[in-house]
C-alpha cells in the first residue's frame, strides 16, 4: 500500500467516523427538542365563547387564553431568552376553517381570519345567524404560524382545539 493511498484510507475512516458523530448529536438535539416541547405544555384556548355555544345576539363577546406563552404584538422581535420554553406571538382567530397552518407560508389577511397583531386577548365581533367552526392560531413577530415541532419530521403548530358556535336569527 502506497504513503498515499493509506492517507487517503485514515481520511475516509475519520470522515465516516465523524459523519456518525454528528448524526447521533442531531439525533440527540432533536430527540431532546421533542422532550422540551412535551414539557412546556404551550397551549392557546378560548376562555369565552365555550364550544357549542348559541347566542340570540349576532354580537359574540371572544376572550383568549395562553398558557406558557408571551402575548406579543405583531412586529415586536421577542428579546433573546435561556428558557428552553420560551414561546411569543399573538393570536389569529380562523373562522370556519379557511386556513391551516403549513411552514414557510405567513397567515395571510383575508375574510373569516382576524389578526390580533396588537397582543390582544379579547374582542367583540359581529357573526350573521349560522353555525361556525372556530379555532385560534398563534403567530410570530411576522405573522408567521409557530410551529414547536422537530420541523424536519414533525409540525406541530400552537393552535386551539376547535369549537363550534350558532348564532340564531
Known amino acids: 500500500m502506497t504513503k498515499l493511498s493509506s492517507i487517503k484510507k485514515t481520511i475516509?475512516?475519520?470522515?465516516e467516523k465523524i459523519f456518525f458523530l454528528l448524526l447521533v448529536l442531531a439525533s440527540t438535539i432533536s430527540l431532546s427538542a421533542e422532550i422540551i416541547n412535551?414539557?412546556?405544555n404551550s397551549q392557546i384556548f378560548f376562555v369565552s365563547p365555550v364550544d357549542g355555544f348559541v347566542s340570540e345576539k349576532q354580537e359574540i363577546f371572544f376572550e383568549f387564553g395562553a398558557?406558557?406563552?408571551?402575548?406579543?404584538?405583531a412586529g415586536k422581535i421577542p428579546s433573546e431568552s435561556?428558557?428552553?420554553?420560551?414561546?411569543?406571538?399573538?393570536?389569529?382567530?380562523?373562522?370556519?376553517g379557511v386556513y391551516e397552518p403549513s411552514a414557510g407560508?405567513?397567515?395571510?389577511f383575508k375574510n373569516n381570519i382576524f389578526h390580533f397583531g396588537g397582543g390582544q386577548t379579547s374582542a367583540a365581533i359581529s357573526l350573521n345567524p349560522g353555525k361556525y367552526s372556530l379555532q385560534l392560531i398563534l403567530g410570530d413577530y411576522m405573522h408567521m404560524p409557530i410551529n414547536i415541532g422537530t420541523g424536519a419530521t414533525e409540525?406541530?403548530?400552537?393552535?386551539?382545539?376547535?369549537?363550534?358556535?350558532e348564532v340564531l336569527n
Open 12 to 15: 475516509k475512516n475519520k470522515a
Open 38 to 40: 412535551s414539557e412546556c
Open 67 to 73: 398558557r406558557n406563552i408571551s402575548i406579543d404584538p
Open 82 to 96: 435561556i428558557d428552553a420554553c420560551f414561546v411569543s406571538g399573538h393570536h389569529h382567530l380562523i373562522i370556519n
Open 105 to 108: 407560508g405567513s397567515i395571510p
Open 155 to 165: 409540525d406541530h403548530f400552537i393552535t386551539s382545539k376547535k369549537i363550534f358556535i
